[in-house]
């Protein structure tokens, strides 16, 4: 019979081997575990105890999150980037928390939207995969389950739940891939250029599924290619709507249901922002794709347009970062 430990390095194989079995063999330097079977049961200690990484070409600190909730904030300050967190299962292994915008802090005062992220990231060169990062303050005001203030951060198979504010994508480039987001108004936002591939987006309400802020000469702003746009029973919701007045928003190849908009686009009752905002689709499907009553003041696009709308041309950056390198 096998001694516990001996057990349990066989099961725990088993398991890296069955989520990592495409991959080259894969070294977890930690593990966090919720019922206490791992080096923490803390997902917060276990990246404040990873060692100082700056450099981009280092080996990434590898952390396993077992199943399980983790009732907590996470704060990745900028001297711990080049982290990567996977989770054992993305519908199981889930990161929550419930401040939102209107809690009162200790100045007396509403702590505001930017300081109710369940994850704030402020290092860069980090990678998420399958695991779920939540905001269950539910319809309360704004309430962030992601800050990504670094640079450089990938997002592979996770899901973000939130209701208004869902992800604040704040500067830096992110990608996100394989990936499910929900949330009522304005539930992906911000200054960042972030590309969404192949993942799945889910309104509960009537609102708007983006809030870009683009500075005025970024190259890029949102880049969705291959995504679905899905919604609950009787909401209705618009692409997006301008934050700043020089936000760019790109939908290619999107399945979109009805619970899109015919017009699409919003201009947040700033017609000048209808000349300055880059809005534009090219080859939605759907119910929701409507080319005839989409919003005059969006971009057309052709098919040349979209060809080299790459995460590697659109993430290049000065650096020529690759996201889609593991």
């Known amino acids: 019979m096998l001694r516990p430990a001996v057990l349990f390095a066989v099961l725990f194989a088993l398991t890296v081997g069955r989520l990592f079995a495409a991959d080259a063999p894969l070294k977890f330097d930690t593990v966090v575990a919720a019922d206490g079977s791992g080096n923490y049961t803390s997902l917060q200690e276990a990246i404040s105890t990873a060692p100082l990484r700056p450099e981009p070409a280092a080996a990434p600190w590898v952390i396993f999150v077992k199943a399980g909730t983790y009732n907590e904030r996470i704060y990745v300050q900028r001297e711990r980037g080049n982290i990567r967190v996977i989770g054992e299962d993305r519908d199981k292994t889930i990161v929550t928390y419930n401040l939102n915008a209107n809690l009162v802090g200790p100045d007396g005062k509403p702590i505001g939207t930017f300081r109710t992220p369940t994850v704030q990231i402020d290092g860069d060169g980090m990678t ?104 609950a029973d009787g ?38 922002a209808e000349q300055t905002t880059f809005y534009a689709e090219f080859g939605s499907t759907g119910p929701g794709a409507n080319d005839a009553a989409r919003a005059k003041w969006a971009k057309p696009l052709t098919a040349a347009d979209t060809a080299g709308l790459t995460p590697q041309k659109v993430l290049a950056g000065e650096d020529g970062w690759k996201p889609l390198a593991r």
């Open 128 to 231: 998420w995969e399958n695991i779920t990062l939540a905001n269950h303050a539910g319809p309360v005001g704004q309430a962030l389950a992601l800050r990504a203030d670094g640079d450089r951060l990938t997002f592979r198979n996770c899901k973000f739940l939130g209701w208004q504010d869902t992800i604040l994508v704040n500067r830096g480039r992110h990608y996100f891939v394989d990936s499910y987001i929900e949330g009522h108004v304005d539930f992906i936002f911000g200054g960042a250029t972030a590309y969404f591939e192949r993942c799945h987006i889910h309104a509960l309400k009537d609102g708007y599924l983006t809030a870009a802020s683009t500075p005025k000469d970024a190259p890029y702003g949102y880049v969705f290619v291959d995504c679905k746009i899905t919604g």
């Open 235 to 272: 909401a209705k919701t618009f692409l997006g709507r301008p934050w700043r007045d020089y936000a760019k928003t790109i939908f290619v190849r999107t399945e979109m249901s009805a619970v899109v908009k015919p017009e699409g686009w919003n201009n947040w009752n700033k017609p000048h």
